[in-house]
């Protein structure tokens, strides 16, 4: 049995999934795109083909002095925590969240095909810095065209996860 959809739509686990390619500004026009919070995990397709992940408010943190943050290439950022990636069916929900404790961060991304559907996370910190969106937005940059954000944006939580077996396509006999 797959990782449950209950668990992966779990509030504590929304992430935005970004390109290697991507910069803070466009990373930052994703998340406000996506309705998303300054408290999200921001998942990271490193240049070496491994995930990082991290979240917003400590994106904000590292970077809030830096002039030019928005121009930030996120793919080779070493301030990204380097992620435990496992597919959806290979695991069963318990042994998963059991997994993400022991992971860096205490986070698991959850794929299909090699693309996050969801992470789980197993350890929530409530004392880290608070921020507002439009605070991060101002890390962000004025410039960017909300809309430019699609060539960077691989998944997100806002968007439902494939089941398994349907994305494996139909059984055939």
Do not use: C
Request: proline share 5%; hydrophobic share 40%.
């Amino acid at each position: 049995m797959p990782i449950s959809d209950e668990a992966l739509q779990n509030p504590k686990n929304r992430f935005l999934a970004v390109s290697g390619d991507a910069t803070v500004g466009q990373a930052i026009a994703a998340l406000q795109g996506e309705g998303g919070q300054s408290w999200w995990h921001l998942l990271i397709r490193m240049d070496d083909g491994s995930w990082g992940a991290t979240r917003f408010t400590d994106l904000y943190e590292s970077l809030e002095r830096m002039a030019t943050a928005s121009e930030v290439r996120l793919g080779g950022s070493k301030s990204v925590t380097i992620a435990t990636a496992i597919d959806r069916g290979s695991m069963e929900t318990r042994p998963a969240q059991a997994l993400a404790r022991e992971s860096p961060g205490s986070l698991l991304i959850v794929t299909v095909d090699g693309m996050p559907v969801g992470i789980l996370v197993e350890a929530v910190s409530r004392g880290s810095l608070s921020i507002s969106t439009a605070k991060l937005g101002e890390l962000g940059g004025t410039y960017l065209n909300l809309k430019d954000y699609g060539s960077i944006l691989l998944s997100s939580s806002r968007r439902k996860p494939p089941k398994p077996d349907a994305a494996a396509g139909p059984v055939r006999s």
